[in-house]
Nanobody, 123 residues
Framework: QVQLVESGGGLVQAGGSLRLSCGAS????????MGWYHQAPGKQRELVAT???????NYADFVKGRFTISRDNAKNTVFLQMNSLKPEDTAVYYC?????????????????WGQGTQVTVSP
């Protein structure tokens, strides 16, 4: 019903920057929370940053002051500007969206995830 596609990952050196993008498509009524999680090898997936459609943000402590989340609600798109990257930021970054979507004459709600994009930060 809903598809999320990420882009912008890659390999950078410590101190560098990347900008991640994620677009949602499908029969979308609205997206409440939308943002980014990451998962490093041997660890559980954890929140990086999210933003509601009304602009409320939630950042993990380890990215505050370095990462900035933004959204374009009209295009169902979310971005993550990642500055001052550290080797410990290395992980697969997953786009997340809490979606209310249209099914005929009714609305339903579900959590959706992208396929993930690899971010690797070298020392």
């Amino acid at each position: 019903q809903v598809q999320l596609v990420e882009s912008g990952g890659g390999l950078v050196q410590a101190g560098g920057s990347l900008r991640l993008s994620c677009g949602a498509s499908g029969n979308i009524g609205s997206i409440n929370d939308m943002g980014w999680y990451h998962q490093a090898p041997g660890k559980q997936r954890e929140l990086v940053a999210t933003m509601t459609s009304r602009g409320r943000t939630n950042y993990a402590d380890f990215v505050k002051g370095r990462f900035t989340i933004s959204r374009d609600n009209a295009k169902n798109t979310v971005f993550l500007q990642m500055n001052s990257l550290k080797p410990e930021d290395t992980a697969v970054y997953y786009c997340y969206a809490d979606v209310t979507y249209y099914r005929g004459s009714i609305y339903d709600r579900g959590d959706y995830w992208g396929q993930g994009t690899q971010v690797t930060v070298s020392p």
